[in-house]
């Protein structure tokens, strides 16, 4: 009989430990989940279009070299810049951190960007770090 009531109460020890580290293990997977960086982005977009981090100043088409040149102005709001994205009817081009061949422009800096494209589009939408902050009309340079 002693025997039986204390492997009872062992048993019930063990289900009472094996309970508490099954909580702690979800707890840091759901904390670790919650706070990665694509679920709470450092700057939300309503931050970066109320703070006019960056501009586009000129939008054409040079009909001779097929490029579209995209002049874009940054001011000295601190966020930070990941990614710029434009979009226009028949391109969609990316440059960022992960890109070599275009650099992100740097605080209180104007930067013109180049994109081949066959055919002229009508307008050119800027994106920084997924967040849509201007439209800009194509011109003819």
């Known amino acids: 009989m002693k025997n ?31 706070n990665s960086p694509k679920l709470s982005p450092e700057y939300s977009c309503l931050d970066l279009k109320i703070k ?40 969609h081009f990316v440059c960022g951190d992960f890109c070599s061949s275009c650099k992100i422009l740097s605080q209180e800096s104007a930067q013109k960007y180049y994109i081949y494209t066959e055919n002229k589009p009508a307008e050119v939408s800027i994106k920084i770090n997924n967040c849509l902050i201007s439209t800009k009309e194509i011109e003819l340079c």
């Open 4 to 34: 039986k009531g204390l492997s009872e109460v062992v048993s019930v020890v063990v289900i009472i430990l094996i309970s508490i580290m099954a909580i702690t293990i979800l707890a840091a997977v759901v904390f670790k989940i919650a």
């Open 52 to 91: 006019n981090v960056a501009s586009v100043e000129s939008a054409c088409y040079n009909q001779n070299t097929k490029d579209l040149e995209i002049k874009i102005k940054r001011n000295l709001a601190e966020q930070q810049i990941s990614n710029i994205e434009f979009i226009t009817d028949n391109n």
